[in-house]
């Protein structure tokens, strides 16, 4: 069964991947429970898929197990919701010996995350992803938070679970756009990692099953690898980790353009890589070598995004507003090639403004041709 530890100076811990695995999180409870009690956090629309099955092969009978269920929205990541968790947890007496179980998506593992690292000091809590972004990104690393009418994860803390699950037999019930969503995380490993990663990620999608378990399961443990070994140098995101920005300073753009939720995150991350990759082109005058493989898979991937008008003057606006508020030159990861990431500022807004174009042609020409699947 893969499994990949993420190796900090304060605490270790592994995380398991695996299809159809829950003897291993039997394991890891009865390993970290003991006699304490375990507060079980769900997602809703995962519960209603997959709670009551689950519940049902955990090896819980002689624990105390006391659960909630969170709405499943990005409005849950709210001081309103994380109210409610803390009134919960205080009225249910917890300990600072307990564990908390977080099964959902980001929204979920990011928000239960926050209640643990904030009440009564810091509790322990375990992380069970059951999207692929969950999966790939936002359960491994330890950012915790909620969002603020003024923005997304204004509010947070770094708190590293003690263990995280995951079980990709949950994510055959996600939406073909949330299976998209992840992919755009995984692209971003893609050209992150190099030739490693493009070459089984380019055979998964020729294969024109977006749901391969075992492929999964592999294309998980590398992302997760790789996440782990930036997280292991760069804990507290002042150094490399900025590295796993690639497409984003492009894709939180397009999403603030649009109106959040017009597109989902990693749909714009797809965008935001292929902006990047032209950025890094026009920069080199094209001199970039070795990226047709990696944009072939990029470009395969744009024709997942469905169809939308984005203005580049509005984009470019918005990327200025966060230069703004971030009080520093706007930086961008870029690749030398696949694998050789780097950190690039100080960059004309012409040629910005260009790599965008180029990117929305590209866009406007096959985005959305492949955007929907026959069974899902
Ligand atoms: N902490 C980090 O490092 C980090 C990294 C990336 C993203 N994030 C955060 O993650 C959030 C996005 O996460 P997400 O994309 O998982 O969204 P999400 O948690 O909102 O889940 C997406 C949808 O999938 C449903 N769902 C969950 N599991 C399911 C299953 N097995 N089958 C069917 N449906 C299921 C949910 O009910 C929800 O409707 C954002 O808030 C983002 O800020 C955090």
Redo the contacts with the bound molecule.
Sequence with gaps: MPRVNVRLQAHSYPVVIGADNTGQLNRLLLKFLGSDRLFLFY????YA??GPALRSRLNLSDKCVTEMVIP???KS?SQAILKRIYDFLICNRISRTDLILAC???????LV?YAAATTLRGIRWAAV??????MV?????????I?HPQG??LIGAFWQPIFVHEDVT??????FR?MV??LG?ILKYCGLIGAAMIAPFSVFLGQDDLYRQKDLVALIRLSVRYKASIVERDERDSSVRMLLNFGHTFAHAIERTLGYGRL???ETVILGILAALELGDLRRAGTVRGLAGYRKIVERSVAFVPRRRINVTSVLDAIAQDKKRRGTDQKYVLLARPGKPFIAGSIDRRLVRKALERMLIFYKGHGGTNAHHPDR
Aim: aromatic fraction near 4%; charge should be negative; charged fraction near 15%.
């Design positions: 997602d809703a629309g995962f898929l997959h499943s929205s990005e990541k959902g998506g980001g929204v979920t593992t990011d995350g992803p059951t999207t692929l972004v969950g990104d936002a359960a491994i690393g330890g950012k915790t938070g969002n997304k994860n949950f994510i055959q019930t996600l939406t949330q969503a992840g995380e989902l995150h990693g």
